[in-house]
């Protein structure tokens, strides 16, 4: 009885605390006799115009370089359309296209055209794309051979100047071989075979975003057809007088016709060497200087890193390509141990990676942290702004109060209820224990009462 009464009370006491928590060439292609006729003599002149084939590249199931909803066959075609229809503004010239739709050529067959048309030149329209997205800028092949190369580097010189007017980075005009030793694009070596000069245009580079800007709108395409139209004109010296323009004073660049191949460049920078001219430990600033040199393609661009080479920068570009010394400053994170490396990059994207130097580590907090600490510190401000003046705290405490007090009161008739029958369980086992004991006694003198009569 006595443990029945400890284990109820020691269950109230304990249950408590619980309760608080993406094929028409043959009848597209204008008629050889088509072409015969557009090159009559000028009446005036008695000259024969200067024939120019435009080629768009790639077209049909040659969609070139694809990249977002960009497709190099469908911005090739605008280009070439839009300078052809400039081009034709200017007297003495006769313009062909070798696709006027999206025909698949191969690059024999518009070399053939070429040649059928009695071309003078061939203008070949790219738009680039690189393996690893990094490069940018705008670039000229031409044929690694005598006068072809001559008359495709001084063409290209007018194009190229005009390409970096427009704000493009110039990535160079250059040769391409391959393994047998001949021009590498085939558009140039069979133009060449066919004794017809071809420069090949990458207009600028489609998977980065430097160049986005520049190719974004089908009217910046017909743009660069102008521009293209533009470049022909000069280096033919030719004038309109629709347009009112006259280049026949136009000074090209003057090529030696090269008595060899004009092999591209296949080393590295001959030298890339840095050193540290200022250390700022209050945000991390480090300028350095970098010293390099390719005595083949000249330099290009530069990457830095402060992780020992284990990340780079993206490709900057070589600030002034007749210096081989300039500084730049870069930005080093805090708290850790700087190891400085810059790669140098010539005109065929080879590079050369710099010595390594090690800085002291900066402890600076970097714009993010302070911004961070700074937005901390206004939503203490509004938090404390908002409480409400000392008089309603007052009231608030008090609440908290009344609400502490209601609890106890609700804790102390729950209490009351269990000693209550806690009481009632001893008074009842009082009761039964007295009626066994009186039982219990009556049995014993029946007993004894037998006893005796016996
Ligand atoms: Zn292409």
Redesign the pocket.
């Given at each position: 009885m006595l443990c029945i009464l400890i284990i109820c009370l020691l269950f109230f006491f304990m249950k408590e605390p619980y309760m608080q928590n993406f094929n028409v060439y043959a009848q597209e292609l204008p008629a050889e006799s088509a072409a015969a006729d557009e090159q009559e003599p000028d009446m005036e002149t008695g000259q024969k115009p200067i024939v120019v084939v435009i080629d768009p590249?790639?077209g049909g199931e040659n969609l070139?370089?694809e990249f977002q909803d960009y497709t190099?066959k469908e911005m090739?075609i605008t280009v070439a359309r839009a300078m052809k229809e400039e081009l034709e503004k200017y007297e003495g010239i006769a313009v062909y296209l070798t696709r006027t739709g999206d025909e698949e050529l191969s690059l024999d067959e518009r070399c053939a055209y070429a040649e059928s048309v009695n071309a003078d030149f061939m203008f070949c329209l790219?738009?680039?794309l690189s393996e690893h997205h990094t490069l940018f800028g705008a670039e000229c092949w031409v044929s690694a051979f005598g006068e072809n190369y001559s008359k495709g580097y001084s063409f290209a010189s007018v194009e190229m100047e005009l390409l970096q007017g427009l704000g493009l980075y110039s990535r160079g005009i250059k040769t391409r071989l391959n393994d047998a030793g001949i021009d590498y694009y085939g558009i140039i070596r069979h133009s060449t075979e066919r004794g017809i000069p071809c420069v090949l245009i990458?207009h600028c580079h489609l998977d980065q975003e430097n160049d986005q800007p520049f190719y974004d709108h089908d009217e910046k395409l017909i743009e660069f057809g102008k521009l293209d139209a533009t470049a022909v004109a000069k280096y033919f010296n030719l004038r309109s007088e629709e347009l009112g323009t006259d280049y026949s004073d136009y000074r090209n660049v003057s090529v030696d016709v090269p008595a060899h191949v004009v092999a591209p460049d296949e080393t590295e920078p001959d030298v890339c060497m840095i050193e540290i001219i200022d250390q700022n430990v209050q945000n991390g600033e480090v300028t350095v200087q970098v010293s390099a040199a390719d005595y083949d393609s000249g330099m290009l661009y530069y990457t830095y890193s402060y992780d020992n080479g284990e990340t780079f920068s993206e490709l900057q570009k070589w600030p002034d390509k007749s210096q081989d010394t300039f500084r730049f400053t870069m930005q080093v994170p805090p708290r850790i141990l700087p190891r400085i490396i810059v790669n140098g990059y010539n005109g065929y994207d080879l590079y050369t990676a710099s010595n390594m130097i090690t800085l002291p580590s900066m402890d600076y907090k970097t714009e993010e942290e302070i911004a961070t600490e700074l937005a901390r510190k206004e939503a203490q401000e509004s938090v404390s702004q908002s409480v409400t003046p000392k008089k309603d705290y007052t009231e608030i405490t008090y609440d908290k109060n009344e609400t502490k007090k209601a609890a106890p009161e609700q804790m102390s008739f729950t209490y009351f209820l269990a000693v209550c029958g806690v009481c009632a369980l001893l008074v009842l086992s009082m009761v039964v224990s007295m009626v066994f004991i009186l039982g219990g006694r009556r049995k014993r003198r029946r007993r004894r009462h037998r006893k005796r009569k016996d």
């Open positions: 590249g790639h070139g370089g190099e090739t790219h738009f680039n990458e």
